[in-house]
């Protein structure tokens, strides 16, 4: 998955300090986490 942010943007959560990004293109990787028989996408 990529994400476009032609003017740049920042990422916020509770939990952490917010992280400013610059314009640009990224690629976005989904945590993955292992239960017992499978293994599914990390929902925060």
Request: hydrophobic share 40%; aromatic share 6%.
């Amino acid at each position: 998955m990529l994400l476009h942010l032609p003017e740049g943007g920042r990422v916020v959560h509770e939990e952490h300090a917010p992280i400013t990004l610059p314009k640009g293109w990224f690629r976005v990787i989904r945590q993955r986490e292992y239960v017992p028989g499978s293994v599914r996408i990390v929902a925060d």
